[in-house]
């Protein structure tokens, strides 16, 4: 039976939209399964030489090796991380802009910096991938009588005030420790704020500053030369890379849980095709003996999860910070 003429168009009109709307897909599929056919650039909102900075640069060589293209890392530091993830949360969607993310910006200072935040977190940037989670060294300067947190817990109570920690900035994870344990623990140290992380490494060497509370990676090399005494790890187990210390945890501190942990994360409207490709990408890097090893030996954590992984740990990390941030009244000054 043949069709009526308006109906016969009808369909041929349909048809032809169909088909073009189809190369178009086919066109963009085409397109992103090519990607990346150009240069990739990877801003991280932390300075030269810190851990963040040395994970990025390990797997973005390996990932340019990967791509056959070249990963830039850029430096992009200022307000607390604030600066380096806005510039990827208002970067074009194309797939060649990615943040590798700290704890601050992402899961702190939503909080801390309510109604002063340059980007939406939840509507602005997309996770890819949760790569590593590095605990922080609760440490001491050898003139302080404190060999395990119960004694520095009694110190604190004994001279309120008078123990001091440093911070690298407000909502770093150093400042989340030294506040989270003054609630918990019922004492009142000081905190003392730093321009950079390297200042406040220097004076809790020195001894200017009795506790010196920072990433593994930093603290390391100096506890295995006896010139600071670690007394604690906020990691959930013992680290493999310094087993003498023990979890904060096991000395009788309930739930005490910090992690700096860092991740990818690309512009809000990223093909997700691009996105799922990057997250598989990482995990594989990761996942090389030699990569894996190089992270791990600083006493890190190596992950490399999906993105949904890392939305659902975002989601939870933010809510944990900001009970925290509100309970001890903690402030961006």
Request: charged share 15%.
């Amino acid at each position: 039976m043949k069709l009526p003429t308006p109906l016969t168009s009808v369909l041929t009109k349909t048809s032809a939209v169909l088909l073009a709307c189809g190369l178009i897909f086919s066109v963009t599929a085409q397109a992103q399964s090519k990607w990346p056919d150009k240069t990739v650039r990877m801003i991280v909102p932390a300075p030269p030489g810190s851990a963040p900075d040395g994970q990025v640069r390990l797997v973005g060589q390996k990932l340019s090796e990967m791509w056959g293209q070249t990963v830039i890392i850029e430096n992009v530091v200022g307000a607390a991380g604030n600066i380096g993830t806005d510039r990827v949360a208002k970067a074009a969607p194309d797939g060649y802009t990615f943040l590798y993310n700290t704890i601050g910006p992402i899961a702190v200072n939503p909080t801390l910096m309510a109604g002063k935040m340059p980007y939406d977190v939840d509507k602005d940037l997309i996770p890819v991938s949760l790569a590593t989670k590095t605990p922080n060294f609760i440490t001491v300067h050898p003139s302080v009588p404190a060999n395990n947190m119960q004694e520095l817990i009694a110190l604190a109570k004994k001279e309120p005030n008078k123990i001091r920690y440093g911070t690298a900035g407000p909502g770093t994870t150093q400042h989340l420790t030294g506040e989270l344990l003054n609630l918990v623990a019922g004492i009142k140290m000081t905190s003392i704020p730093y321009k950079s992380s390297a200042q406040m490494t220097t004076d809790g060497l020195g001894g200017q500053i009795e506790v010196l509370i920072h990433n593994t990676p930093v603290l390391l090399p100096h506890i295995r030369a006896n010139t600071i005494r670690a007394i604690g790890i906020t990691s959930f187990a013992r680290s493999p890379a310094q087993p003498e210390v023990p979890t904060v945890i096991e000395q009788g501190i309930k739930d005490f849980e910090i992690t700096a942990w860092f991740g990818f994360m690309a512009p809000a409207g990223t093909p997700k095709a691009i996105v799922d490709q990057l997250s598989k990408n990482v995990a594989a890097v990761l996942a090389t003996p030699d990569v894996n090893k190089r992270i791990s030996d600083t006493a890190t954590e190596v992950i490399g999860s999906t993105p949904a992984f890392y939305a659902a740990f975002i989601k939870s990390e933010t809510a944990k910070w900001k009970e925290v941030i509100i309970k001890a009244k903690m402030t961006p000054d």
